[in-house]
């Protein structure tokens, strides 16, 4: 296995989620991770379930059969599916606003419906079901990424050919997320005589307030040496 993946072998070991008595636990990883050969050592070995996005050049996914090439035209919502009955393993392409590579041994085989925002208009389009566990499932890089990406992620529209100024505004995103994060987990805490004095907002929302704020503010250091 490439270190990676390794390192996912040994995080699962460490943890004692491996070959757990009390039953077979589930893994949901992104495309840095999951590869066939992965998902089924886990199986095999740990009894350990995985899921996760596959990158379609992984060591493993039938990227290139013919039985799962999808058409870079294809509606939204369409889909193609392989099963590996040995591993009891489904490699599956399904078109979204890109085409996403998924790779699952959950023996999850139903197809379900998700809603997509096309303009102004939401409409529904069929999905498998285990790629809906798992974005329900998915949580922290996977989740932070996405964040980063869809909302004014500065790391991602700023074009720099110098490493550390992306670097600089990676470090600007994720500030930014961890601000939105520990102000919407601070909501419980903050009540005053049982009524409650903060509300959750969206990161674009805790965005727009910040920006109002750093333009309205004035520094009393820098109003005293104009004043001189």
Not at 42 to 66: M, W
Not at 99 to 109: E, G, K
Not at 154 to 178: E, I
Request: charged share 25%.
């Amino acid at each position: 296995l490439p270190t990676t993946m390794k390192a996912v072998v040994n995080a699962v070991i460490a943890s004692g989620m491996a070959n757990d008595p009390d039953g077979a636990r589930e893994l949901f990883f992104d495309n840095r991770y999951a590869a066939p050969e992965l998902c089924a050592l886990l199986q095999e070995e740990l009894n350990v379930y995985s899921a996760g996005t596959c990158r379609a050049n992984r060591i493993g996914f039938p990227g290139k059969d013919p039985r799962l090439v999808l058409s870079s035209r294809a509606e939204r919502g369409t889909f193609q599916r392989l099963y590996c009955a040995r591993f009891n393993m489904i490699a599956t392409r399904w078109k979204d606003s890109k085409t996403l590579q998924f790779i699952s041994n959950l023996r999850i085989t139903d197809t379900t419906t998700v809603l997509r925002r096309r303009g102004r208009e939401r409409q529904t389009v069929p999905c498998p079901s285990d790629i809906v566990v798992y974005q329900k499932h998915m949580n922290a890089v996977d989740k932070g990424d996405q964040q980063r990406e869809r909302g004014a992620g500065f790391c991602a529209k700023a074009h720099f050919q110098k490493w550390y100024k992306r670097g600089t505004m990676g470090l600007g995103d994720f500030g930014l997320l961890n601000l939105t994060c520990a102000w919407n987990l601070s909501i419980p805490r903050m009540t005053v005589r049982g009524q409650q004095m903060r509300y959750p907002l969206l990161k674009w929302q805790f965005m727009a307030i910040g920006a109002e704020e750093f333009m309205a503010y004035t520094s009393t250091l820098v109003a005293a040496v104009l004043e001189v």
